[in-house]
């Protein structure tokens, strides 16, 4: 899944090295919100809901859907994310989809202790992504955007999930596997 989504855009459908398929995803969804990335606050970016795919509940599945919102690989259900090396904020990129359910309004944030090495984005890397109510075409399903997660070297970091009043902590393995957690399932850089 993690390298899947921006190469499911022109294909279609695509495998894995685990034997499952990768998500099919359908274009064209259209947006409450503005039409390219926003930044707001230092550190802070706002998810342009029009650069969504949808991708159907079955394609979730692998994931863990976290207070009812969001899918993210977290494990010990999901092997760790792979790196490569980049020239973004941070030395390497663990790239991944967020998976969203439309008509959701959510955040990601960077715990304290992870802000100076670890930044999120799905457009605009940052330290805090703000999701509010994507529509999906034709409704239903669920809505994949391609990005990732930088950082400055192989680790099992915290993303905190915000909706509705409520929070949830989720360990997610970057290049290097978090306890009870498969490795990730090609070479990484280190």
Not at 62 to 81: D, E, K, N
Request: proline fraction near 9%; charge should be positive.
């Amino acid at each position: 899944m993690a390298c899947l989504l921006l190469a499911a855009c022109t294909s279609g459908t695509v495998g894995s090295n685990t034997g499952k398929t990768g998500p099919a995803i359908t274009s064209g969804h259209t947006s409450t919100r503005t039409n390219g990335p926003s930044a707001t606050a230092d550190g802070e970016s706002v998810l342009s809901c029009n650069t969504g795919m949808r991708v159907s509940y079955g394609q979730v599945a692998p994931l863990q859907v976290v207070l009812g919102v969001v899918a993210l690989p977290v494990s010990p259900g999901y092997p760790a994310l792979q790196t490569f090396l980049t020239n973004g904020p941070h030395r390497l990129f663990a790239k991944t989809g967020l998976i969203i359910r439309p008509g959701t309004t959510f955040e990601l944030v960077v715990p304290g202790r992870f802000s100076s090495r670890l930044s999120i984005g799905w457009q605009t890397p940052s330290r805090r992504v703000v999701v509010s109510g994507c529509a999906s075409p034709g409704g239903g399903g669920w809505l994949a955007f391609v990005g990732g997660y930088w950082i400055d070297h192989p680790a099992c970091v915290s993303i905190i999930v915000r909706a509705g009043g409520r929070q949830q902590q989720v360990p997610i393995g970057l290049g290097k596997a978090c306890p009870g957690q498969r490795p990730p399932q090609g070479p990484s850089q280190s």
